[in-house]
Nanobody
Framework: VQLQASGGGLVQAGGSLRLSCAAS????????MGWFRQAPGKEREFVAA????????YYPDSVKGRFTISRDNAKNTMYLRMNSLKPEDTAVYYC????????????????WGQGTQVTVSS
């Protein structure tokens, strides 16, 4: 599956953004999906997960209550609504098919793409 993340930008602290992840090559509904982010000099970090049908979601404490993951399988697209953004949310955000219970990318997924840059100013 080929994935393209978009919707990033520059926003002030406290602001909001909605990221999109569009799939091609294969239907998104085949996969549990997740969002990850990577800040300069840091390792890639898990941000949110959603099951293939959208019935379950999971967030780490760092974004819980501020971020909401969702998906529209009919549109082959996944979303990440980010509210109350903080400067520490600044990173490149990526989407990927995952193993939901381990919150890790599928071993057969290698096409991370360029991601979408989110910059939160203080």
């Amino acid at each position: 599956v080929q994935l393209q993340a978009s919707g990033g930008g520059l926003v002030q602290a406290g602001g909001s953004l909605r990221l999109s992840c569009a799939a091609s090559g294969r239907t998104l509904s085949s996969y549990d999906m997740g969002w990850f982010r990577q800040a300069p000099g840091k390792e890639r970090e898990f941000v949110a997960a959603i099951t293939w049908g959208g019935s379950r979601t999971y967030y780490p404490d760092s974004v819980k209550g501020r971020f909401t993951i969702s998906r529209d399988n009919a549109k082959n697209t996944m979303y990440l609504r980010m509210n109350s953004l903080k400067p520490e949310d600044t990173a490149v955000y990526y989407c990927a098919p995952i193993n939901y219970y381990s919150r890790t990318p599928r071993a057969d997924f290698t096409s991370w793409g360029q991601g979408t840059q989110v910059t939160v100013s203080s």
